[in-house]
């Protein structure tokens, strides 16, 4: 049996070490909250291939990290390899579209994707978004406005809504009581 190439790698960032991984069609996983280990056991589990570390891989996606850690991208533009149901795509898909600087709710996903009683289903398939960051699932909070909860961990997804704009300060418990709706767009 041939196994299909999984290459990753690391990227150091301001908000600390991340770790990517790619195969030949585009990014399977992407990771702002892991150690190494974790990152390839995780992957172990998924993928029956082989792990090559190989930085010359995300030459494109380096430069798109730095650019974003900069204020100069909003956006990724890299290809997706993403396993999961029709439905979990569709919620990723919803993720994608969400403006930087801006918030959805995960009730309005749901909405969006046609499945409006559906919010809680939305709700895992945010938590099970593959690609943290790239697929910004840090933008989706609570319909009331509540912070939410977020894979990467309170502090972590602080530290990204503060480089895009939503909250001045990443330290304490700035979501205590915030009703972060005037950041969802249409």
């Known amino acids: 049996m041939i196994l299909e190439n ?4 690391n990227f150091d ?20 909250h892991t150690t190494k280990d974790d990152f390839l056991d995780d ?16 030459t494109e996606l380096s430069m ?6 900069e204020g100069k991208r909003h956006s990724f533009d890299v290809r997706f390899d993403l396993e999961g149901t029709e439905f979990q795509k569709k919620v990723w898909k919803a993720i994608y579209k969400i403006p930087y600087g801006h918030l959805n709710s995960y009730g309005r996903i749901a909405k969006e994707i046609g499945k409006p009683k559906a919010y809680r289903a939305a709700a895992n ?7 943290g960051l790239i697929i910004p699932c840090h ?13 990467g961990d309170l502090p972590m997804k602080r530290k990204i809504l503060k480089y895009e704009g939503i909250f001045k300060i990443d330290e304490g418990t700035p979501e205590k009581g915030v009703d972060l709706r005037s950041f969802f767009y249409y």
């Open 139 to 151: 933008r989706v909070v609570e319909s009331n406005g509540g912070f939410g909860g977020f894979g």
């Open 64 to 69: 798109q990290l730095k650019e974003y850690f």
């Open 43 to 58: 992957l172990r589990k998924h993928y029956n291939s082989n792990l090559i570390y190989s930085p010359e891989a995300f």
């Open 13 to 32: 960032s301001p908000i600390g070490e991340l770790w990517g991984a790619t195969s030949e069609k585009g990014l399977v996983s992407f990771s702002i």
């Open 125 to 131: 398939a945010v938590g099970d978004n593959p690609l």
């Open 6 to 9: 999984i290459y990753y790698s």
